[in-house]
């Protein structure tokens, strides 16, 4: 087992009309002017962001209202907060929404509280000493950006994907209400299901030593999330379903299923960072179509591993660790088909050419500046193998 | 699922030689006067309070020390570190040790924040409303003190054993060495495995829905801790099962186990509050001696859940939910058996008189005010019963 630092200060506020604590919340962490921070006109029309405000004038508790933000957020919607905020003396950003808005928010912060150009926290040029204090109601089951150290920002210019970590942003806490995620459409829901899914697989795919309830945790979320999801399909207001894959959106993604290892691969989050960046896909859906390729491009690295995975969370029996390895990404894969989810970039409706490949794994390596992964060490002529894998149309099912 | 909320903001900081960043992780938390707080010599002979020291002393900190804490931590001591604090100004509280001391630790903490007599917040006349900052180098995996809100605190005037929770006293940071536990007794060792067991049993035997994250994670958590310590009466010096065992030490008890459900049972530690108050036996070694006679009282309330546990943990094939919860109670105490805990008060070596399990359950139902447990409201009438289960010699193996 590896040394760890494990820190999860977010104070979750979780159930039914739990949103109505929000000015209460904000209250409790000394702010007086407030950023309301959110998406699409859905959180206006469903009442949301009203019944959210009346919570922060219950309050006394000033704010101003900011929407707009998209699927992989802008860096143009983050500056446009910035100036807001530094205009009307904001102390506090609160996020209404999921990991877009949270994550959009989290750069807020930081664009606020630090001189210079945000975009250098993303670019690796500097490393942030502080952001405004943030907090979230979350609406979409998914990034887990609620309770992680995360921020991920699209520059529109260049089309880059990038994130920034550190605990300076994690949320002061989380209001969490399944119910506001019922009238999710089916697609966003798997899309969300299948990120809490892999960050958690991200990190369970290592190369330390095996840590037995780290390892247990993370096959229990796995099994946890891949049941519900399917419930869902079928019942998009079973309280009981959303409330499991809303927690465990936190719970995969506040690093506890990484305590003990090595941090994990997360190749297949820089890869699919610009596939999103290229095609905007939803990244759920990237994700999931670049991991079959991902799998079997690195299984052979450790085969053992896979082989867990697939005892544990797909109780197959195969004895030969390579052979179970292969049956559990055929049964990943085939979970992913059957919740509507894409298994490479055809199925995601992607048919890029080499010109994009190349662009696309040009990014991922920095231009040949960096590796991703540790099962195999990604640069940038292996992402594009990677890449091409998984676009390649002629390839059979279970081969690829 | 119960509406929730989950806070466990207490930076953990695990693995080898992690006690030398104390003096660091003190200074992050703007603190300049210490407290250092422990237990017995071996914490000195050890060179531990030493190594501790010299990294508050490469910080510049200022410091004091005060040992003598014992198991079932006492007031009198509590209020010797409250007069210390106030006479040499201390701003921060640093447990080295195990639960006691943590516990004791937080004690001190609620005394120098408030004013009155600190057994008021114990005693449940008032509740605190500050609390020094708490640290803890944690010597002991048992308690899960150093990441829950909670403190037990024995009163030696009457006996009283009761506990005080509040997020206020919630450890800022814990040092978590596996190593530091190398050289405890296997006798304590299994105490705190029991004991981590027994902080999640309690809250898995519940009367609410099914959580079916929270189970799982219960279940592998559960299973882990078994699994190594029957390794360690082996091997004692296995730094792994040292690991995995100190890391569900502090998740078994900082909330996660509990998420959703209706808090749980929690019954077995305030019978076992009295028989610790009484006998001055170790906590686990209490849990173990009691757990069954408990279980054999109330699983008719809810077999099916006690069936969920005998299946899960210990893989009970029985499809009939009462015999297979007869089972898993019947594996738990085999369990037990085999690493040297008891299963009944005789084997925990106490031969309590009908008149000491009468004042144990007026003790524990504070004469009649107040019923423990959720899956059977257990007042002293009762809990005298389970003591009797529990003490009765003539009762065969797994009938009691």
């Known amino acids: 087992m ?3 630092n494990y820190y999860a200060p977010t104070k979750v506020v979780f159930g039914k009309d739990t949103e109505k604590e929000t000015g209460r919340l904000v209250k409790e962490q000394g702010a007086s002017s407030v950023l309301v921070h959110f998406g699409g006109k859905s959180a206006i029309a469903s009442g949301l962001i009203d019944r959210v405000c009346q919570s922060l004038k219950e309050e006394g508790i000033a704010y101003e209202t900011l929407g707009g933000v998209v699927p992989n957020p802008r860096l ?3 500056r446009e907060g910035i100036a807001l905020c530094r205009e009307k003396k904001i102390d506090f950003v609160l996020a209404v929404g999921g990991g877009s808005v949270i994550d959009s928010a989290k750069a807020i912060g930081y664009g606020v509280a630090n001189e210079g150009d945000v975009w250098d926290f993303y670019a690796k040029k500097r490393v942030p000493t502080a952001c405004l204090p943030i907090g979230a109601v979350l609406t ?11 921020s991920v920002i ?3 210019d260049g089309g880059l994907k990038r994130g920034c970590n550190t605990d300076l942003c994690r949320c002061r806490f989380a209001v969490m209400n399944p119910e506001l995620t019922y009238t999710l459409p089916d697609y966003q829901t798997q899309c969300g299901c299948t990120d809490i899914m892999m ?3 991200e990190r369970y795919f290592n190369m330390s ?5 780290t390892d247990g945790i993370s096959e229990a979320l796995i099994k946890t999330v891949m049941k519900h999801s399917k419930i869902l399909k079928e019942h998009p207001d079973c309280y009981e379903s959303r409330a499991e894959v809303m927690w465990a959106s936190s719970l995969s993604h506040n690093d506890l299923t990484g305590c003990g290892t090595d941090g994990g691969d997360w190749a297949c989050h820089q890869l699919e960072h610009e596939i999103g960046g290229m095609f905007d896909v939803a990244h759920g859906a990237g994700l999931a179509a670049v991991w079959g390729s991902w799998a079997r491009y690195v299984y052979k690295a ?3 591993r896979f082989a867990k995975f697939a005892r544990n969370i797909f109780n197959i029996q195969e004895t030969d660790d390579e052979k179970a390895a292969v049956a559990g990404i055929e049964a990943m894969e085939d979970y992913y088909r059957s919740v509507g989810m894409p298994t490479n970039l055809c199925e995601l409706g992607i048919d890029a050419t080499e010109e994009q490949i190349k662009e696309m794994a040009d990014k991922c390596s920095f231009y040949g500046k960096r590796t991703v992964g540790v099962m ?3 640069g940038a002529p292996e992402a594009a193998e990677i890449y091409r894998m998984s676009n390649d149309k002629s390839i059979p099912l279970y081969s690829r």
């Not at 979409?140 to 995360?150: F, L, T, V």
């Not at 030593?209 to 309830?213: H, R």
Request: no cysteine; hydrophobic share 30%; net charge negative.
């Open 154 to 156: 699209t520059n529109e």
């Open 199 to 201: 960050h958690t697989m």
């Open 76 to 78: 143009s919607k983050v």
């Open 209 to 213: 030593e095996n840590m037995e309830l």
């Open 140 to 150: 979409i089951a998914a990034a887990g950006s609620e309770m992680s150290n995360s």
């Open 376 to 378: 195999k060490k990604i």
């Open 302 to 304: 450790r085969p053992e």
């Open 2 to 4: 590896n040394n760890f």
